[in-house]
């Protein structure tokens, strides 16, 4: 069954949904975008996801041409469309088609594009066991060159970072900032537990806000766990008794070796495996 695309609120099959040539989004990366999860037919945090990408949009002056409650409603007809309750689910948002030059006043019609598709999973081993990961030496972009808070369309930092884990046979890598401190890695956020209370780095080491991010730190709160943000050293993560990851395509997932070195007991620990489990149970509640 060929996926249903919707093009600026038109459902249409995929091969239909096609964007011009001349669209700054294309040739620029100039345009923002969301990852989601629909769990059950219902989209996880929808608003805090449409929220974010407004934010993304403000931050480079791109008008996105619907309201959020007409795109949550698209967002809705096309996981339906699809006949997908569990899938991923892609808004994108481009400046639209333009000159060849950079000049974001001279291009017309932003397209405002929302895909479901299936959702490409790690495999449960990683759950179960653990990953390793390593640190890229690409640095995460200085937030004075590009705020990493903006979900642009241009994520060639976040992929220079995932070609040198690959590289290294990881499917994720620690990315640190100019500060050499502690960031994220190239599509998760990072926590470390260290005495029981969860720790992770604030907005400004220069990281994307996840949403899955946030939800860990209201579960944690929840269940009484001391959750704080504060800056982090790689050293902090090497000598922590567990670190784990957050993300909407990787959910949580422990961390079991960073670099080389083993982390903790090198096995999942007590605090990520709650807050796992929590987390499971609050996506699918
Ligand atoms: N940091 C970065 C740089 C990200 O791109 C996260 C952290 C985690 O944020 P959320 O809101 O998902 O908890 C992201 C999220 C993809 C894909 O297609 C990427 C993300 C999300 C979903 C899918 O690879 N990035």
């Known amino acids: 069954m060929p996926r249903i695309v919707a093009m600026n609120g038109r459902l249409v099959p995929e091969a239909e949904a096609t964007v011009s040539v001349f669209d700054h989004g294309l040739l ?8 989601m ?3 059950g037919g219902r989209v996880f945090r929808l608003a805090e996801h449409l929220d974010r990408l407004w934010h ?4 480079i002056a791109l ?3 619907v309201t959020k409650e007409a795109l949550a409603r698209t967002v809705d007809e096309t996981v339906a469309a699809n006949g997908q309750p569990d899938g991923y689910v892609r808004l994108v948002v481009t400046r639209g088609a333009g000159t060849l030059g950079l000049d974001p006043n001279r291009t017309a019609h932003p397209q405002v594009i929302v895909i479901v598709d299936t959702i490409a999973l790690y495999p449960r081993e990683h759950y179960e066991r653990g990953l390793r990961i390593v640190t890229a030496a690409t640095q995460r972009t200085h937030p004075a060159a590009l705020s990493p808070r903006i979900k642009s369309l241009n ?3 976040n992929i220079m970072a995932k070609l ?3 590289q290294a046979g990881c499917v994720e890598a620690l990315m640190l900032n ?4 502690v960031a994220e890695c190239t599509a998760d956020n990072v926590f470390a537990v260290r005495r029981g209370a969860v720790v992770t780095p604030p907005p400004d080491a220069g990281i994307l806000e996840g949403i899955t991010r946030g939800a860990v730190m209201e579960l944690a709160a929840a269940a009484g766990i001391d959750c704080r943000e504060t800056t982090l050293t790689r050293h902090d993560l090497y000598t922590a008794d567990e670190v784990f990851i957050t993300g909407t395509a990787a959910e949580v997932v422990p961390v079991v070796e960073i670099d080389g070195r ?3 007991a090198g096995v999942p620990g007590p605090v990520t495996k709650r807050l796992a489990a929590d987390f499971h149970a609050l996506v699918r509640s």
């Open 28 to 35: 620029y990366g100039d345009g923002v975008f969301e990852g």
């Open 37 to 39: 999860r629909a769990y």
């Open 56 to 59: 993304s949009a403000r931050a």
């Open 63 to 65: 008008e996105i041409p």
């Open 155 to 157: 994520y060639l930092n």
């Open 164 to 166: 040198e884990g690959l």
């Open 178 to 181: 100019h500060k050499g401190e």
């Open 262 to 264: 083993r982390i903790g």
